[in-house]
């Protein structure tokens, strides 16, 4: 048998102190090995491999050439490879492990048909985004087909205090968890528009939770400005929120309200009427 080169790994001498009982170490004393290759596996392909032989497999994971063949091939009868001779691809069943995610992400599948309908209708850049440790994250997009395009992908993480979904989070937030959050995120200047006055800011957070949207203009990025408003659920709870962002132009603030709010907001209800029935048959889970 033959082994193949395994990557040189610096020897740590065991410590003296006592033996770690955190939980990430009792955990690690329940890993499996051979399901960690395996994914291991698959996450060589994933990097764009298109084809491995159990030689290659070998090299690529530091095992011997006979164990990376029982995984090739295991993989294979599970149904997620299939082999052309010496080679093995994968088949269209591993989008299956991908889809186990995507599948519990259901405010995000709710909006896909709403936030393409919303973009072309609107012709701009739709976002859904919800809070996530001081953030605003974009977990849905629609960006329809143009030249100039906002370069912003999905799972991108931004400032709430300089993003109207983040002002529109921030509003549905009560007044002492929103001061934590300017202590914990101090306003950053991204333009010279950008509000960086805390009680400024409280503010803008009461009005945008007053009125039920948030007009946004050059605070994050000169020359370009959103329109926010939030997505409640059947208990009213606020648990994301919806934005058309744009290239400011020659658009006034009067300008991007009358035009743009209108159907940002009949859109928000769609999404809410679906997320109410989900919710009412189904339970909800983001």
Known sequence: MTVANRPHHAFTPPSSAAADTSPTSALHSERLESLANGLAVLRVFAEGTPTLTAQEAALRL????????????????????????????????????????????????????????????????????????????????????????????????????????????????????????????PPRAFTRETVTDTAQLLQIFHQVGQQGWCLLTGELAEGFCGISVPIHGASGKTLAALSITMVQGRHSAHDIQSRFLPPLQAAAQQLEALIAGRERFHGFTF
């Open 62 to 185: 530091g095992l011997t050439r006979a164990a990376a063949r029982r995984l090739l091939i295991t993989l294979q009868l599970e149904g997620y490879l299939c082999n052309e001779g010496t080679e093995y691809r994968v088949t269209p069943k591993v989008m299956d492990l991908g889809f186990a995610y995507y599948a519990a992400m259901s405010l995000p599948q709710l909006a896909h048909g709403t936030l393409q309908a919303l973009g072309e209708q609107v012709t701009e850049a739709c976002s859904l985004g919800v809070w996530d440790e001081g953030h605003v994250v974009i977990v849905a997009r629609h960006e329809p087909a143009r030249m100039l395009r906002v370069n912003v992908d999905i799972g991108r993480r931004l400032p709430a205090s300089a993003h109207s979904m983040g002002r529109v989070l921030l509003a549905a937030q009560p007044v002492a968890a929103q001061q934590a959050h300017l202590r914990a995120h």
